[in-house]
């Protein structure tokens, strides 16, 4: 049978689990956006996956361009990874006592992230950014924050105000049990303009600058030339924190995350995703001053029983030095994501489609009707239904897409060998979406 008729036969075992889980869990998962609800239909569960390919709880094989939302940059249960993690778990799960791999992994993220000198390991990229916020209003003893439209920095309540993908999914612009005074505290602004900016500044009381360097959360949108310099130059006049998100593009777009690529410099700086190699931990850093406030060589509270977690740790640095050893490995990124973008370009002319694909190395969206998407204002304007004809009708052909019209996707080590593959069956599904 084919990855469509089980995507549709309602006898197929992930529907069968998919009917147990609604029952108790929300929406049946554990992140919204896993629902399927954008695009119809619902999620295959998965049985285990290796490579480029996972293979779902019906034995479908389908080549994943979601890797775990950006966490995975090599590919599933990568050797070195999985040989890491299996060490680390026989020496033991948790301790909540420092270990020497920590060290190890702390000092490797010091020397790859160009403006990190001391970093503090978390659970998770909503955990990262929350803290980094902390970490700003309590530099500058000041409370506001500038946020953009569409930018996504994970789910903690001052962040929740037109927060891109999973919330822009469902169509609900913020969330019930955020309370007012929470977000009040948040100013935003459009992604890509400077003006909105100084506008936001010229309130007064802002501690910090929030932003995802790129943008990958509303689908992926570069910054514009001047950007992120401008954000730059607009924090240090004003006595203002610029934190980068790189929860996402660390380690993905360059090495040395965004920061490198375009040479701007932020003054803390969130990691999560490939940072952990596929398992739960984030991070967040950046200068001395900075970072040294943090409990307890300062006042700003933050803790994690799990924080540092060996198995995690172990992943993470399985990863980070493979990205060591093969820094080949970005320019074969960026030649694969080029020659993707180029078919991808191609079809939507031959089939006369409007629309575009925004790349920025191994991150990619194709956006249905817009010719550029420079903010979330223009992202909002997709065909949404266009979009969900485009990801059914590359499942049905083996690929397996983000469920969601306003997420990037990911390419990994292990697409080397199917980058054909999944360029025809996007270029075809392109035609079919038509
Ligand atoms: C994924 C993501 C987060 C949230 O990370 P979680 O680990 O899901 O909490 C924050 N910021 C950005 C830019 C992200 O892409």
Redesign the pocket.
Known sequence: MSAAQLLHDERSESKGWFRRAVEVMPGGVN?PVRAFKAVGGTPPFVASATGPYLTTVDGDDLIDLIAS??ALILGHAHPAVVTAVEEAARRGTSFGLPTSQEVELAELIVSLVPSIEVVRMVN??????ASAVRVARAATAKSGIVKFAG?????ADPFLVRAGSGVATLGEPDSPGVPAATVADTRLARFNDLESVERAFAGGDIAAVIV?PVA??MGVVPPASGFLNGLRELCDRWGAILIF?????GFRVARGGAQERYGVTPDLT?L??VVAGGT?A?AYGGSEDLMRRVAPDGPVYQAGTLAGNPLAVAAGLACLRHLVEHPELYDELEALGARLESRVSAALEEHGVAGCVQRVGAMFTVFFGPDLVRSWDEAATVDRDRFARFFHAAYRRGVLLAPSPFESLFLMEAHTAVIDEVAETLAAAVGEAR
């Open positions: 992140s939302w950006g998770s990229g909503t955990e990262a950014t930018c996504y920095h994970g789910h995802e990958g959360n998100d790189e929860v996402m593009t969130c999560g995703k739960p984030a």
